[in-house]
């Protein structure tokens, strides 16, 4: 089995000095006692401390020497029918190239590529991975972290029986759905559905959570997606079908909500009339869509920043108990409800 690799945090406690000592000596930056950068280089040698090539830049302001990974891990030729793909990746892409790190991507496709690709990013040294993941038993991230190597994932990672150390950024997908639901709640809605993401992912658990949280005693009517615009076609049927008198329907993300829209203009339901309908995200085809979709707003490409932001702590040598990131969401109020 392979070591995680010492961290910068360990060599300063070895070497019973403040970790930006350690950054100094290493950096050959600053003014440290010889006494300090003697016990530091000591520290370095008995623990076999590595630099990274991109801690070393960030803390010497130096651009262009890191090399990160972001790894999408998806169905085939789904990573890029979300608008939610490409609002964090381009969040990621900025950010990365501001701070002077070179990005590559991967794109994995089934467990047998997501398990050997921790090796193929182990044997590139690259100095950190981003990844996306739809896939709640990823085996990559246990491998990941098995090698030592920093990442910081988009959503949270699923709860196994262990807690997952990895860093990671999210939205507050259980409140914004609360949010979403508790709203056609206030509107006087009576049969309240929901068009649920898959529940193999932690955004679809947490938003259905949500979903339940606001409904109270009321009746749930829950139909599942797979956040594509058909699949949310497909449920809105499968809702009508089911309780034809229903009167509004929170989606967990925009494109389903859009194919539930298609579904209700096919049957004749006016909407907002005859009933409302609530998605999640925030997408550019949200005000595009007819009538204009009120939905959940998170900050996806913010959020793509902030894993960065994280990736370039955790190279540098930040604990791996640091909290989890987590965005607020909130509602824009459109035509649909």
Not at 34 to 56: F, H, K, M, T, W
Not at 117 to 144: K, N, T, Y
Request: hydrophobic content about 40%; charged content about 25%; overall charge negative.
């Amino acid at each position: 089995m392979h070591q995680r690799r010492p961290t910068i945090e360990q060599v300063a406690a070895h070497a019973k000095v403040g970790r930006g000592t350690v950054s100094r000596v290493i950096n050959d930056s600053g003014s440290v006692s010889e006494q300090a950068r003697r016990a530091v280089r000591r520290a370095i040698d008995e623990l076999g401390y590595v630099p990274n090539r991109a801690a070393s830049a960030l803390a010497a302001r130096h651009t262009g020497t890191g090399t990160v990974a972001l790894v999408m891990s998806e169905e085939a030729g789904r990573q890029f029918e979300q608008p939610y793909f490409g609002q964090i990746v381009g969040g990621i892409s900025s950010a990365a190239d501001e701070a002077g790190l070179a990005l590559t991507l991967r794109l994995t496709r089934s467990p047998e590529e997501r398990a050997d690709l921790a090796d193929q990013l182990r044997a590139q040294r690259v100095d950190g991975v981003l990844m996306i993941s739809l896939v709640c038993e990823d085996p990559l991230v246990d491998e990941l972290e098995r090698h030592g190597i920093p990442t910081v994932l988009g959503g949270r990672p699923c709860r196994g029986p262990r807690p997952v150390p990895t860093g990671y950024v999210d939205a507050d997908n259980r409140d914004g759905a609360r949010r979403a639901t508790a709203y056609l709640v206030g509107q006087g809605r009576r049969r309240i559905a929901t068009i649920a993401g898959s529940q193999e992912t932690t955004a679809g658990i947490d938003r259905l959570a949500g979903y339940r949280d606001a409904l109270g005693d009321r009746r749930e009517l829950v139909a599942h997606g797979d956040f594509s615009v058909s699949g949310g076609m497909l449920a809105m049927r499968r809702l009508l079908d089911a309780e034809p008198a229903l009167d509004a329907v929170f989606a967990a993300s925009d494109n389903m909500a859009v194919g539930a829209l298609w579904a209700l203009e096919e049957q004749g339901r006016r909407v907002p009339d005859d009933v409302a309908v609530v998605g999640f995200e925030d997408a550019v085809v949200t005000s595009q869509a007819q009538p204009a979709l009120t939905t959940v707003h998170q900050p996806t490409e913010a959020m793509g920043r902030r894993m960065v932001e994280l990736l370039r702590a955790r190279i540098g040598g930040a604990p791996e108990t640091e909290a989890p990131i987590i965005c607020d969401t909130s509602l824009v109020i459109r035509q649909s409800a």
